[in-house]
């Protein structure tokens, strides 16, 4: 049905998540990274092994394809530059990318172009901010952040007094950023084509641990108010606009104690926070990614039922060889979906695989998901 060949950089779960759905309509589909034992190298027989940051590997690779895709911000965009040069259709585009990779400039994009998002100014390492604070241009409490490499909260810093400051501070570039009161964090994804066309899908919400201070899961919809809903959707659809991208873009959000809703990041790729809508939506944002590459219509994104995500990580006390525990006691409760990734090896927090659980009543919906939660675990044999 599709003729074009799709190349995709990295080769992940969010990779695999993708092949899987494009499978549907035998799409031409190809990866690059590393190891064929990465998870999407399970699934997809095309899997060229290199380094997506590497220009020449990414320019090689990408003769091979049509259209040109991420799963993974961090690629060598020089690479896809130049192969936009050459013709090739790359969504995102490089450009949109390199604002993106760096938070530096992703702020002040928001900045130029009217959007939401706390406020921020740049700092070139530690002694410049220290030099700011002196100055009283940077005042306490703060959030740093690294303007390029960070992921997973890795590159963030809450700076909230003097003992922070001596041993939590970092010596990078940073975006020093207003520590923003948030009464919810939100994911909204939102999808683009070529055309123009744009479909949003209903918000999610972070389910904090008290205890671990941790997402302990990701709940849809959101339980906000309807207008509170209706700013969200359209503040991801004015963001993808002004970005002016194609294919899928999951935005991430505070909902403040006033109300307001801040742009915290983009991501210009599949999500984590997207990971329900294969088993709760119309169209998963998989086979929405595909639809936006071929610039055809866009699926709906209505959801079959309320969902919540849980992510499978690997359990702190163990590294090894992985084994599951307690499944089958939570594939015995109506409405349980696991997905396993494929990685051989679990290390602590790793991502190794996801649930979503969907049920109609919110109270059976949550016990649902604490079951599982206290029941399955990601342990080494
Ligand atoms: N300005 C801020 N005020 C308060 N909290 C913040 C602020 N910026 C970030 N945070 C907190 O830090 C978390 C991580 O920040 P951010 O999403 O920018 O980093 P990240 O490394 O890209 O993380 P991830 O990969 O998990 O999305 C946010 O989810 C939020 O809980
Ligand atoms: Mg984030």
Same mark, same amino acid.
């Given at each position: 049905?599709?003729k074009?060949?799709?190349g995709i950089?990295?080769?992940?779960q ?8 494009a499978q549907?309509?035998?799409v031409?589909l190809r990866f690059?990274?590393?190891s064929?034992d ?5 699934v997809?027989p095309?899997f060229?092994?290199?380094?997506f940051k ?7 690779f990408g003769?091979s ?6 799963e993974?911000e961090?690629v ?9 040069k050459e013709?090739?259709?790359?969504h ?9 990779k760096?938070?530096g400039l992703q ?6 172009h ?6 921020f /100014?740049?700092?070139e390492n530690?002694?410049d ?5 002196d100055?009283?241009?940077i ?6 952040k690294?303007?390029?490499?960070g992921y997973?909260?890795k590159g963030?810093?809450?700076i909230?007094n ?5 041993n939590?501070l970092?010596d990078?570039?940073?975006?020093i ?5 948030i009464e919810?964090?939100l994911g909204? /994804?939102?999808v683009r084509?070529e055309s123009?066309?744009?479909a949003?899908?209903?918000t ?6 008290e205890?671990?201070n941790?997402?302990?899961y990701l709940?849809s919809p959101?339980r906000?108010?309807k207008e509170e809903?209706?700013s969200?959707r ?5 963001? /993808?606009?002004a970005?002016?991208a194609c ?10 104690p006033?109300?307001e ?21 119309m ?5 929405q990614?595909?639809?936006a ?6 699926g709906?994104t209505e959801?079959t039922?309320?969902?919540i995500?849980l992510n ?6 163990h590294?090894?060889n992985?084994?599951y525990v307690?499944v089958n006691e939570c ?6 979906k696991?997905?396993?990734?494929g990685k ?5 927090y790793?991502?190794?695989?996801h649930?979503?659980v969907?049920d ?5 919906l949550?016990?649902k998901?604490?079951f ?6 990601v342990?080494s044999?």
């Open positions: 049905m599709f074009k060949t799709i950089l990295g080769g992940g969010l990779g695999k998540m993708t092949a899987l759905a549907n309509w035998d031409p690059l990274d590393k064929k990465f998870p999407a190298g399970k997809c095309f060229e092994e290199g380094d590497d220009y020449d590997d990414v320019y090689a003769q394809c049509d259209i040109i895709t991420i993974i961090s060598n965009t020089e690479a896809l530059h130049q192969l936009q013709g090739k259709t790359i995102p585009s490089p450009s949109v990318l390199d604002i993106i760096d938070k702020k002040a994009f928001y900045e130029e009217d959007l939401p998002t706390s406020a /100014i740049l700092a530690k002694n901010i220290l030099n700011k604070i100055k009283q241009e005042r306490l409490p703060f959030v740093q690294a303007r390029s490499g997973d909260g963030v810093a809450v909230k003097e003992n922070d400051l001596e939590k970092m990078t570039a940073s975006v950023e207003d520590l923003v009161e919810k964090e909204v /994804i939102v084509n123009g066309e744009t949003v899908y209903p999610v919400e972070m389910v904090f641990s205890e671990a941790l997402v302990e709940m959101a906000i108010t809903e209706e969200a359209e503040l991801a659809i004015k963001t /993808i606009e970005y002016g294919g899928l873009l999951a935005v991430e959000m505070f909902l403040t006033q109300g809703i801040l742009i915290n990041e983009v991501a210009p790729r599949p999500h984590n926070s997207g990971h329900h809508t294969i088993d709760a939506c169209t998963s944002q998989y086979a990614l595909i639809r590459l071929y610039d055809v219509p866009l709906s959801m039922s309320p969902a995500m499978l990580l690997g359990d702190p006390d590294t090894g992985v084994k307690g594939l015995a409760l109506e409405g349980v696991i997905h396993i990734y051989d090896i679990t290390k602590p790793r991502k190794m695989g649930v979503t969907v109609s009543n919110e109270e059976k949550l016990e998901a604490r599982v939660k206290n029941t399955l675990k342990v044999d």
